[in-house]
């Protein structure tokens, strides 16, 4: 990850009481919202762009499981790298967290998001729901909670 971006997520986890681990959850899951505006479709993954002054700094990090599926999907939807998408994040909704404004979603739970598969012509369809899908027909939900 950039060191600028590293440095924003550390005043960030001070300035709120958290840990580092917890900003990045938040980041990333203010861009459930907007997925739509990182669709990646069939293309190679994007990893940031190179820096010729090689600033970077290694940020492990361990998701639990449901962070993991919010994570895979977004990288599957949007071709982008996790480091990437937490640079987004970083430039988009850095600030707005910061001033206290209420998040659109529960980064905790990640309630009301299911998985749906659907057959077609003989092509299987899957399809991510991010909010209540009203109702749905019994055995092709699953929902991960």
């Known amino acids: ?12 986890a001070v300035r709120l009481g958290i840990s580092q681990r917890e900003v990045v959850i938040m980041l990333l899951s203010r861009i459930r919202g907007d997925i739509d505006h990182f669709q990646g479709g069939f293309t190679l993954v994007k990893y940031q762009p190179r820096d010729p ?3 970077w700094h290694c940020f492990p ?12 999907d977004f990288r599957k939807l949007s071709r982008f790298s996790v480091s990437y998408l937490v640079a987004i994040a970083t430039d988009r909704y850095m600030e707005e967290m910061l001033q206290g404004k209420k998040s659109r979603h529960n980064y905790v739970n990640f309630s009301h998001y299911a998985i749906g598969r659907r057959i077609e012509n003989g092509i299987i369809c899957w399809e991510l729901y991010w909010g ?14």
Request: aromatic share 8%.
């Open 1 to 12: 990850m950039r060191n600028d971006i590293f440095f924003k997520i550390g005043i960030a």
């Open 53 to 55: 002054r090689k600033l």
């Open 61 to 72: 990090i361990c998701f639990r499981e449901a962070e993991s599926e919010l994570v895979a």
């Open 132 to 145: 209540d899908p009203g109702d749905t027909p019994k055995g092709k939900i699953h929902r991960r909670t």
